[in-house]
């Protein structure tokens, strides 16, 4: 969802004139707070999401066909372009990498006790709608800032199958979190480096390379299975 909420705000920075990665980061940090709040109740979450996924996408449409810009602007948003942005874009990654990284670090056990005892964590009195807020705002920054150079298509790729894929090789969370980021930085690099040689989208690759991984694990845990 935030990955098609990012494409939106990447769509109305291009409408507004303003860097991408400021209409990314508005749209998906708002997004999150209404997520947030609006699906507290299990039930009804699904639909929450998929009415505001739904929303910005058709707004992401409307910004890009009242936009003067070319349709390159729309194919650098779905895409990304790891050589299209400047250098004062880079440090803007790199600050809000910095923030995200600090926030989570501050907030690992609170979360990770919603996350696997969520009846244990509001008897302790842990708030658990903060703790949703502000994890959806973090993950609204991970995809404002990674999806300016995957793109708002991959970045949904990169977001799930490297930590499901983490999961049948370890059982850790800390574990988990670090295989899965080895398993980002294979799929990217390996990428870049076959697009480059192939001059082929470095995004199929990516994408291939992170299923085929995906693949590999299932098969792992077939086989630890059976023995």
């Known amino acids: 969802t935030l990955s098609e909420i990012g494409f939106a705000g990447g769509a109305f920075a291009v409408f507004a004139g303003w860097p991408a990665l400021n209409g990314m980061i508005l749209f998906t940090m708002l997004s999150s707070v209404i997520v947030g709040q609006m699906s507290i109740k299990e039930s009804r979450r699904e639909a929450v999401i998929s009415a505001v996924s739904a929303l910005f996408i058709g707004l992401g449409i409307l910004f890009l066909s009242l936009s003067s810009q070319s349709a390159s602007s729309a ?70 800032v990674a999806a300016q150079i995957v793109g708002s298509l991959l970045i949904f790729i990169l977001l799930t199958l490297p930590a499901a894929s983490a999961k049948y090789f370890t059982h850790g969370v800390a574990r988990m979190i670090i295989l899965a980021i080895l398993f980002s930085l294979l799929g990217t690099w390996l990428g870049l480096f076959l697009g480059y040689l192939t001059d082929w989208p470095v995004s199929f690759f990516i994408a291939v390379i992170e299923v085929v991984i995906y693949a590999v694990a299932l098969i792992y845990s077939k086989f630890i299975e059976s023995n």
Do not use: H
Request: net charge neutral; no cysteine.
């Open 75 to 144: 194919t650098s948003i779905l895409f990304g372009s790891v050589v299209g942005i400047s250098s004062n874009e880079v440090w803007q990654l790199v600050y809000l990498s910095i923030l995200v990284l600090i926030i989570l670090l501050l907030m690992y056990r609170r979360l990770k006790f919603d996350s696997f005892d969520a009846i244990g964590a509001q008897v302790s009195g842990i708030n658990q709608t903060v703790i949703s807020v502000v994890f959806l705002l973090l993950l609204a920054l991970s995809v404002s």
